[in-house]
């Protein structure tokens, strides 16, 4: 069972956006947060927008992207496989989003 501890905060969402209509935003200026590491489910939603509107807020961002995970699409016939849409994904955030990093090499850069 995954659940969050007693005094982690826990911001509810209904959108990919992890800052539309939440606190989100408020609570990282409070503790005077600059740089998010993102992870998730799914690489072409939730990760994408909101990767997209951290940097457009001045958030400096990393992905971990072996922490985060695509399915498959299709588009009038023609379908794509995960790990391409996950691929082609991450591609676009490296290119003016955010810096790209797996996860062991950010463990060992942070120290951990």
Same mark, same amino acid.
């Given at each position: 069972?995954?659940?969050?501890?007693?005094?982690?905060?826990?911001?509810?969402? /209904?959108?990919?956006?992890?800052?539309?209509?939440?606190?989100?935003?408020?609570?990282?200026?409070?503790?005077?947060?600059? /740089?998010?590491?993102?992870?998730?489910?799914?690489?072409?939603?939730?990760?994408?927008?909101?990767?997209?509107?951290?940097?457009?807020?001045?958030?400096?961002?990393?992905?971990? /992207?072996?922490?985060?995970?695509?399915?498959?699409?299709?588009?009038?016939?023609?379908?794509?496989?995960?790990?391409?849409? /996950?691929?082609?994904?991450?591609?676009?955030?490296?290119?003016?989003?955010?810096?790209?990093?797996?996860?062991?090499?950010?463990?060992?850069?942070?120290?951990?």
């Amino acid at each position: 069972l995954v659940a969050p501890r007693p005094d982690e905060r826990v911001i509810l969402k /209904h959108y990919p956006n992890s800052f539309r209509e939440t606190d989100l935003q408020k609570q990282l200026g409070a503790l005077g947060i600059k /740089h998010l590491v993102v992870t998730g489910m799914m690489t072409l939603m939730c990760v994408d927008a909101t990767v997209r509107a951290a940097a457009d807020l001045g958030y400096s961002v990393t992905v971990l /992207h072996d922490a985060c995970a695509a399915r498959a699409l299709e588009l009038n016939g023609v379908s794509v496989p995960a790990p391409q849409v /996950h691929a082609a994904f991450l591609a676009a955030l490296g290119m003016a989003y955010a810096k790209l990093e797996g996860t062991s090499d950010f463990l060992a850069r942070a120290g951990r």
